[in-house]
């Protein structure tokens, strides 16, 4: 099981960027999927997260009417699409997967039972 992340860069403030993930060893709409970031010297953030078969979602305040989470079924892939980026969404973005049967979107965020993270990917607004 892997999660491979992309699409990470530096942009400037009020741009946009799409993250991707790609998750091989297993069918990613069967679980929980989300992602979480991380700046320097701050605590990790859960920012979105997806229910399996495209069901309930989650958002951080933070993020809410900015980013939107999908998923691609057919390419086994998660995507975060972020706009009108800030200074503040600065920071190493992880994939993340649960591979419980049974999960919500809110849950994710506060616990994961099986967990498997990607190696991030570094996103910077300047």
């Known amino acids: 099981v892997q999660l491979v992340e992309s699409g990470g860069g530096s942009v400037q403030a009020g741009g946009s960027l799409t993250l991707s993930c790609v998750a091989s060893?297993?069918?990613?709409?069967?679980?929980?999927m989300g992602w979480f970031r991380q700046a320097p010297g701050k605590e990790r953030e859960g920012v979105a997260s997806?229910?399996?078969?495209?069901?309930?979602?989650y958002y951080a305040d933070s993020v809410k009417g900015r980013f939107t989470i999908s998923r691609d079924n057919a390419r086994n892939t998660l995507y975060l699409h972020m706009n009108t980026l800030t200074p503040e969404d600065s920071a190493m973005y992880y994939c993340?997967?649960?591979?419980?049967?049974?999960?919500?979107?809110?849950?994710?965020?506060?616990?994961?039972?099986?967990?498997?993270w990607g190696q991030g990917t570094q996103v910077t607004v300047s």
């Open positions: 993340v997967a649960d591979l419980v049967a049974y999960c919500s979107a809110t849950g994710f965020i506060e616990h994961r039972y099986r967990e498997v």
């Open positions: 060893g297993y069918t990613s709409s069967s679980y929980c």
């Open positions: 997806l229910e399996a078969g495209g069901g309930g979602e």
